[in-house]
């Protein structure tokens, strides 16, 4: 992630920096929503890195074309959709609440539940396969017994 | 001379780990008292023989033998001393005999303290041990070989990448191993058990120490490494959701519920199999992290393993231990019997929503790690898990525990009843409360992340104050009675509520960090002032210099308050000419309140790119790491967790729990 990143730009020789003073946008409220967006997008030469805090060349171009987008009056999604369009779904750090990532985003939740299920037996019985539950002649029977 | 030695002794222990597999496992099924002797002493030859090689390998790097591949190409001269030594693990082929080293340590450990230990079971305990050490050994030997010669030895080396060049990163690695490897102690013991078919009291008192252990230095691992990345990255980030990062971070969260479980089945003969289950996974996720790492085969930070043939063998070791051990499971886990029954209202009853919260979180940080490798796999479609999706995902189990902890923690095992357990934690929560309405009010309205962060934090610190001075019954008897109450209480109580106490600052850190930290960027002139949320920070000079094995360019900050100077930052750029890289060291002044934090960057113009942060109560997640992990060497230190005093326990006053 941020190694490859600062190695790939140790060879590429001209260190550029996370978000540079002059990329900032004037406009207090089109900045924050700047780097809102910036968090969910990647830098595609690095690992698991935001463009925000990434010091890749790529990076920077996204941020700059972010914010022109931003400028430009686009809302979020519509600046997201835009991005994602030309990079992939790859640019995104958080993958799309779409049929094929069904199974990442219920993981959690089915897991839950199921766990949860197990749990309540489990509970219930007194964990593990427990030991054989007296037959209620038995317990009688036992009952009889503690009597004498 | 001292690497063919080295070598040697590698080999040595290969054959030593083949011996301590077979035998102890025999004796155990032909009931021959002979061969399951022979486990212990095999044992400490496996240690002392890799142990050896250890030395030879850090002898290689120290001196700085070219002629060794490894030491050539990731060591220089130059280099500072401690980096030399660090640079034994700061490779692949290092790292892995650091990792058999550590394995066979915990092997010798059992041999030599584990003299309370049934014979049979100590003998099946090591075999497997063994077992895992002679997988490693093998790896080691035919794929990873450290002692490998250059016909034509370099002038000097290559160095160490900069960025290992660090006291965090340089015992980041040992104390991750430490606890990777140390669930390869409930591992074997689980297998164990699977063999003999029986879990009792005593069994779960011989695990937990190690749970124990491998988990205490996990935390500290993991806090070495997230401690670092804030310092040395430039911007102050402390958690990235890495793939390398959740390697370590699954391990953590069972070892977190198995710790817990194993207290079921010590007190109460319960929740067993689920038990040994944790014990099996525990590892299985270390083997899983291993195998992360070293493969590559999930790029990341740790690119320094990127070799295939390396991931198929590990991958291979990960599906024997993992399927062997499953399915010695499925066969065996019947044969565990509980005998202990529990009511819906009690401590089991927390315990098992705690390991359901915490193993569910582990399987969606599993989930989320794996799922670019499965979508690419199955669909083709390239695409990225990052932080977004882990903070979104994985939050809201931390919230659960969070809520539930304090009053699980004081639920009485058996049945309880919530409204009598809940009484001494009113307090608690109408503090945490009125905290959480405090916070919101002053900073008129707003994200609501700090109030409930802030506000949960509370409640588990307090739930954690509450609970020892309920066990103390403090206001209800005279101080003194109370404070010798408090005195005779176990280590292993004070180390929950020490441990659970951790738990919350660390909460707390984090909420605070990421609710109100402000930052300031800009292209500073040198005497250049501004303010940042009530500091004045002043850009003094920018000077170069020169340390051992690198050039760097350091400025200096000056921050006031009411003029007042309050710290004074070097933040520096540094290069390291051998592997032509940059890197940056942010200045950084740590209080109890706030860090102040400035990282500086290129000249622009006349002017210098300077980074300001002001992290409010950044400082409290490790020192909540730091209490999480002081709570579990309590609780280690408690006298019934010594080896061996399980058989002893009888007629020693038991304190209830």
């Given amino acids: 992630m941020i190694r490859v990143c600062i190695i790939l730009i140790a060879l590429m020789a001209l260190p550029v920096q996370a978000v540079e003073p002059d990329e900032i946008l004037s406009d207090v409220a089109q900045e924050a929503r700047a780097r809102e967006i910036s968090k969910n997008l990647r830098c595609l030469i690095c690992r698991n890195e935001n463009i925000d805090s990434s010091n890749a060349g790529i990076a920077k171009d996204l941020r700059i074309l972010v914010r022109e987008r931003i400028v430009a009056g686009d809302s979020n999604e519509q600046v997201i959709d835009f991005v994602v369009d030309r990079y992939g779904e790859y640019v995104l750090l958080q993958p799309r609440r779409s049929w094929g990532n069904l199974l990442l985003w219920l993981a959690g939740p089915l897991m839950l539940l199921f766990g949860g299920y197990i749990g309540l037996r489990t509970i219930k019985t007194g964990g593990d396969a427990p030991a054989q539950d007296l037959t209620p002649e038995e317990q009688q029977r036992l009952k009889d017994l503690m009597r004498d | ?657």
């Fill in chain 2, 1 to 657: 001379m001292i690497a063919e030695l080295g070598h040697m002794a590698v080999i040595l222990a290969f054959v030593v780990a083949f011996v301590q597999a077979i035998l102890p496992m025999w004796g155990g099924m032909t009931g021959d008292a002979r061969l399951m002797h022979t486990a212990g002493p095999a044992a400490l030859v496996q240690f002392g023989a890799v142990g050896f090689a250890f030395v030879m390998l850090t002898i290689a790097f120290v001196t700085s033998d070219f002629s060794v591949k490894l030491v050539a190409s990731n060591s220089h001269s130059l280099k500072p001393m401690l980096y030399k030594f660090s640079g034994v693990w700061g490779n692949h082929e290092g790292s892995m005999l650091l990792w058999i080293l550590i394995l066979v340590f915990y092997g010798a450990l059992v041999a030599v303290f584990g003299r309370g230990l049934p014979l049979l079971l100590k003998a099946r305990v090591l075999s497997v041990q063994s077992m895992i050490s002679l997988a490693f050994l093998a790896f080691l030997l035919f794929t990873s070989n450290p002692f490998e010669r250059l016909e034509l030895p370099p002038v000097d080396g290559n160095d160490l990448n900069p960025l290992l060049q660090d006291p965090g990163l340089a015992f980041h690695p040992p104390f991750l191993y430490f606890g990777y490897v140390g669930l390869s102690m409930t591992f074997s013991f689980a297998v164990a058990a699977l063999l003999q078919g029986s879990v009792d009291a005593a069994w779960a008192r011989w695990v937990r120490p190690w749970a124990l252990l491998a988990w205490v230095t996990l935390t500290i691992g993991i806090a070495l490494g997230s401690w670092w990345a804030y310092y040395e990255l430039g911007w102050g980030g402390w958690w990235f959701w890495d793939p390398v990062e959740n390697a370590s971070f699954m391990p953590w969260l069972i070892a977190v519920a198995l710790l817990h479980s194993a207290i079921v089945v010590e007190k109460r003969e319960s929740l067993k199999t689920w038990t040994v289950l944790l014990a099996i996974l525990g590892f299985s996720f270390s083997l899983i992290g291993t195998f992360i790492v070293r493969s590559g085969v999930i790029t990341s930070v740790h690119a320094f393993a990127n070799d295939p043939e390396r991931g198929v063998f590990i991958l291979a070791i990960l599906v024997v231990a993992i399927g062997g051990s499953l399915t010695l499971f499925a066969l065996r886990a019947a044969s565990l019997k509980s005998t202990a029954v529990f009511s819906m209202v009690s401590r089991e009853s927390g315990l098992v929503v705690n390991n359901l919260l915490l193993v569910v979180a582990a399987i969606v940080v599993f989930v989320g790690t794996i799922w670019p490798l499965v979508a690419e796999l199955t669909t083709g479609r390239k695409l990225s898990v990052g932080a977004p999706f882990f903070n979104l995902a994985f939050t809201p189990f931390m919230v659960g525990i969070a809520l539930v902890l304090p009053v699980a923690a004081l639920l009485p095992w058996k049945r309880g009843k919530l409204a009598k357990t809940a009484r001494p934690l009113w307090g608690a929560a109408v503090l945490a409360v009125a905290l959480m309405l405090l916070i919101w009010s002053l900073q008129t309205g707003g994200r609501m992340l700090a109030p409930i962060g802030l506000g949960l934090a509370a409640w588990v610190v307090l739930g954690a104050v509450f609970d020892v001075a309920q066990r103390g019954q403090i206001g209800r008897i005279d101080l003194g009675a109370s404070l010798r109450r408090l005195r005779n209480l176990p280590r292993a109580d004070w180390g929950k509520a020490v441990a659970h106490a951790g738990l919350g600052l660390t909460i707390f850190g984090i909420s605070a960090i990421t609710a109100w930290e402000v930052e300031d960027i800009r292209v500073a002139q040198i005497g250049e002032r501004f303010t940042l949320s009530g500091y004045e920070f002043s850009f003094d000079k920018v000077e170069d210099s020169n340390g051992k094995n690198y050039s760097a360019t350091i400025g200096t900050v000056s921050v006031r308050v009411d003029e007042r100077i309050v710290a004074v930052l070097h933040p520096e750029k540094r290069f390291y000419p051998v592997q032509r890289m940059p890197t940056t060291e942010a200045g950084i002044s740590s209080a109890l309140h706030r860090d102040l934090y400035v990282a500086l960057g290129d000249q622009q113009g006349d002017g210098w790119v300077l980074r300001s942060y002001v992290k409010p109560f950044a400082v409290w997640i490790w020192i909540g790491s730091i209490v999480m992990a002081l709570g579990g060497g309590l609780s280690l230190s408690d006298r019934r967790f010594r080896v061996g005093a399980a058989k002893r326990r009888a007629g020693r006053r038991e304190v209830a729990a």
